[in-house]
């Protein structure tokens, strides 16, 4: 069983900050890759950013390059999303995901390819 728990979310300004952590646990071996998506209202899920499983490769959405950045601290078993200039048109509930270590890391964009997912945090960019 592995369990992923998101925080960081909340109301924020446009042009304002936040960072959104995720925690993972359970089951998990020591090497997988994690990614972020995002879902608004009558949409469908979007890929945001992921990285390897070691933290030296990292992509990205094209909506959200040059602002957003992904990070990763595997002692912590934690994944961060530091999005920055947000906009209106980032509003979403954010989702982070663990992708399937049994493939390799370049379907990363592809919400098919990730094996859990937590239960979101909802992001809202709103003056």
């Known amino acids: 069983q592995v369990q992923l728990v998101e925080s960081g979310g909340g109301l924020v300004q446009p042009g304002g900050s936040l960072t959104l952590s995720c925690v993972a646990s359970g089951r998990l071996g020591t090497i997988y890759a994690m990614g972020w998506f995002r879902q608004a209202p009558g949409k469908e899920r979007e890929f945001v950013a992921a990285?390897?499983?070691?933290?030296?490769?990292?992509y990205y959405g094209d909506s959200v390059k040059g602002r957003f950045t992904i990070s990763r601290d595997n002692g912590k078993n934690t994944v961060y999303l530091r999005m920055n200039t947000l906009r209106p048109e980032d509003t979403a509930v954010y989702y982070c995901g663990v992708y399937s270590p049994t493939l390799p890391f370049d379907r990363y964009s592809d919400s098919r390819f990730y094996d859990h997912w937590g239960q979101g945090t909802q992001v809202t960019v709103s003056s």
């Open positions: 990285i390897s499983w070691n933290g030296a490769n990292q």
